[in-house]
């Protein structure tokens, strides 16, 4: 599924918080979206998923503009990992990935096998099976993390779109969960865009970089040639040193000590 | 899109593969189904016992196989009733004490739907259907109608405190509704129709006490009624309170799915697939509808939305499928429990409203401290 952005323009109030960006999205892509705080990384998502609605401008999912989808269809095209993950009710784990497959569930019907074969499918593979029963609110910050990616997962869409996903988990579940969005953008020919800080994991692991700057994008394309310390310094204003590094077999970025 | 939906997968870096087992979970979900129905059929039958109860319960004592006869005689027509005695049981539990006891076990169940709704839609377990301010809405307009002494006929002092509410209700939405807020998020985020409502709340209370204090010799009534009473209940006003309740509840269900990932915020409904901007809107008016008919039929009853479905989701669990059902049987039992106990028990009958108060607060405190201890 090809996802283009046109024109794309939104303010909050006075503030514009995304200027006239326009940029495409292809299948089998691993996209990294990293810029400074308050760049409209959140916003951009939050415009693709149609959760806002643009000032001007239009976001196209193959050809068809998403405001003229229902909220089912865009949800059974993309899925959101988003930033905030506070839940107040006390639902079990299991409970939480099921409502991945709301979207292919209909209202009065139960979950069909296909859909609870699914969420044990996902919860193992995240490695969640373990805390299956027990209660979201009580899970810490990277466990409940890991539950929202798997929830999404759970929602088997073509477009997964990741708002700081790995923020609260560790070195080692961010590795896995990186493993398997890699792992299924190669099996489903899927599109990820993954809005992430750290500079060094994105040259490791996409393949196109955006560098998003006040509300417009500053440089795209493929990662090796976008993580560059002009880039880096005039997107983030920091001095940084850019070289290929054989452990990582990919581009890292070193930042001096003050 | 077809292709995405089953993608096998390995994990990578050493994950956690074991061996599935679908048909298990799919038997322990059953389990789990049975044993909620079974539930439902057991909360039902203490409800249906405990209207029996309340029923031969009062200044004329009934005996249960007596109303027994008196029901199959007037419901079936299998039976007879033979002397004077059972005549005068007969008109003392229909005219008297089934549309009360139906009444207040309606409205039970309305308030506590109401609260499980309110509570979902404002992602809050500590919500309840007055938060928005329908009370103070109702109370309103049933005092203008009782000082302008539009009381004399029955309806207009309910229909009044029903227009309140109902003014009350889009004055709220309107104060919180923020036009800016583009897209499918809803316009109404739970902090600013809290704060609205308590605003709103505030002024009208003290419209309240104003009209109170040029109230006069009626200032009695206006608090008598503010109380809350299932005092001479009429069939007509079960009729209402019940009709409500069934729409109201058919709304509920239909959308409980929805209100389950409603009250997981705005993001995560809208990213999968809930069109909240519509359903939020239709499930907070259906919450107010069935608070604001409640408070015009009986006055005000706190406690109960908030309490019930808080009670109720420690068994249940938060899935509103289950707590919506469940919530309404034990609500209705748990006001006609209080009233049958300031009907038929106390020496003298007291307001079931400050009963409810009375006895639910400190309940909800413990419940509340016990909670945050944990």
Same mark, same amino acid.
């Given at each position: 599924m090809e996802l283009h952005i046109q024109n794309l323009h939104f303010s909050h109030g006075d503030t514009p918080i995304i200027r006239n960006v326009s940029c495409s999205f292809f299948p089998n892509t691993f996209y990294g979206i990293l810029g400074p705080n308050g760049s409209g990384k959140t916003t951009l998502l939050d415009l693709i998923s149609g959760f806002l609605i643009p000032d001007r401008g239009q976001v196209l999912l193959d050809k068809t503009d998403i405001s003229a989808l229902t909220p089912k269809k865009i949800a059974q095209a993309l899925s959101l990992v988003s930033q905030n993950y506070?839940?107040?009710?006390?639902?079990?784990?299991e409970e939480v990935i099921m409502m991945g497959r709301h979207p292919y569930i209909d209202r009065f019907a139960h979950p069909c096998q296909t859909d609870m074969d699914r969420v044990s499918q996902v919860m193992d593979i995240t490695g969640i099976s373990h805390l299956k029963h027990r209660k979201i609110t009580e899970l810490s910050g990277g466990e409940k993390q890991r539950c929202i990616f798997a929830r999404?997962?759970?929602?088997?869409?073509?477009?997964?779109?990741?708002?700081?996903?790995?923020?609260?988990?560790?070195?080692?579940?961010?590795?896995?969960?990186?493993?398997?969005?890699?792992?299924?953008?190669?099996?489903?020919?899927?599109?990820?865009?993954?809005?992430?800080?750290?500079?060094?994991?994105?040259?490791?692991?996409?393949?196109?970089?955006?560098?998003?700057?006040?509300?417009?994008?500053?440089?795209?394309?493929?990662?090796?040639?976008?993580?560059?310390?002009?880039?880096?310094? @005039?997107?983030?204003? #920091?001095?940084?040193?850019?070289?290929?590094?054989?452990?990582?077999?990919?581009?890292?970025?070193?930042?001096?000590?003050? | 899109m077809e292709q995405n939906r089953n993608w096998e997968s390995v994990a990578p870096g050493g994950g956690t593969i074991s061996a599935k087992h679908p048909e298990k979970s799919v038997s322990a979900a059953m389990a789990a189904d049975g044993w909620f129905k079974a539930m439902v059929v057991l909360c039902s039958f203490v409800l249906l016992g405990m209207i029996l109860i309340s029923l031969s319960m009062g200044y004329l004592s009934i005996p249960i196989p007596e109303i027994a006869r008196i029901l199959g005689n007037k419901l079936f027509g299998i039976l007879e009733i033979a002397t004077p005695l059972e005549e005068t049981f007969a008109a003392v539990i229909f005219d008297v004490r089934l549309p009360r006891i139906l009444t207040c076990a309606a409205v039970g169940a309305a308030l506590s739907v109401s609260g499980v709704l309110f509570q979902g839609i404002l992602l809050n377990p500590l919500a309840d259907p007055y938060t928005l301010g329908v009370s103070a809405?109702?109370?309103?307009?049933?005092?203008?109608?009782?000082?302008?002494?539009?009381? &004399?006929?029955? #309806?207009?002092?309910?229909?009044? &405190?029903?227009?309140? &509410?109902?003014?009350?209700?889009?004055?709220?939405?309107?104060?919180?509704?923020?036009? $800016?807020?583009?897209?499918?998020a809803s316009g109404l985020s739970s902090n600013s129709l809290i704060l609205s409502g308590i605003i709103v709340a505030a002024i009208l209370s003290a419209g309240i006490s104003f009209?109170?204090?040029?109230?006069?010799? @009626?200032?009695?009534?206006?608090?008598?009624?503010?109380?809350? $009473?299932?005092?001479?209940?009429?069939?007509?006003?079960?009729?209402v309170v019940f009709a409500f309740l069934v729409m109201g509840f058919l709304i509920a269900i239909c959308f409980a799915r929805d209100l389950n990932l409603i009250s997981l915020g705005d993001r995560a409904a809208s990213s999968l697939g809930v069109d909240i901007k519509k359903i939020t809107l239709l499930l907070l008016i259906t919450g107010s509808m069935l608070a604001a008919v409640c408070?015009? #039929?009986?006055?005000?009853?706190?406690?109960?939305?908030?309490? #019930?479905?808080?009670?109720?989701?420690?068994?249940?669990?938060?899935?509103?499928?289950?707590?919506?059902?469940? $919530?309404?049987?034990?609500?209705?039992?748990?006001?006609?429990?209080?009233?049958?106990?300031?009907?038929?028990?106390?020496?003298?009958?007291?307001?079931?409203?400050i009963l409810t108060a009375l006895t639910g607060g400190p309940v909800f405190c413990w419940i509340f401290k016990r909670s945050r201890l944990r």
């Open positions: 506070y839940i107040n009710f006390p639902f079990s784990v999404a997962l759970c929602q088997d869409t073509p477009v997964l779109l990741l708002d700081e996903a790995f923020s609260n988990m560790d070195i080692n579940h961010t590795l896995h969960m990186l493993g398997m969005i890699r792992e299924r953008i190669k099996r489903t020919k899927g599109t990820v865009l993954c809005v992430l800080h750290d500079l060094n994991l994105a040259a490791a692991w996409a393949d196109e970089i955006l560098f998003l700057k006040s509300g417009t994008i500053q440089a795209k394309g493929k990662t090796s040639d976008i993580i560059t310390q002009e880039n880096i310094e @005039q997107v983030f204003n #920091v001095n940084s040193k850019v070289e290929f590094n054989e452990y990582v077999q990919a581009k890292q970025v070193y930042f001096k000590t003050v | 809405g109702a109370a309103f307009g049933a005092s203008i109608a009782i000082l302008l002494n539009l009381g &004399a006929t029955f #309806v207009s002092t309910p229909v009044f &405190a029903f227009a309140g &509410a109902c003014a009350t209700l889009f004055f709220v939405v309107y104060l919180s509704y923020s036009p $800016s807020s583009k897209g499918i009209l109170k204090f040029i109230a006069n010799e @009626q200032v009695s009534v206006i608090i008598f009624w503010l109380m809350g $009473s299932f005092a001479s209940k009429t069939w007509i006003n079960f009729g408070v015009s #039929v009986s006055g005000i009853i706190g406690f109960v939305g908030l309490l #019930v479905p808080h009670m109720v989701r420690f068994v249940t669990g938060p899935d509103n499928r289950k707590l919506l059902p469940l $919530s309404m049987i034990v609500g209705a039992f748990l006001l006609l429990f209080a009233d049958t106990i300031t009907r038929a028990v106390l020496p003298h009958e007291i307001p079931i409203g």
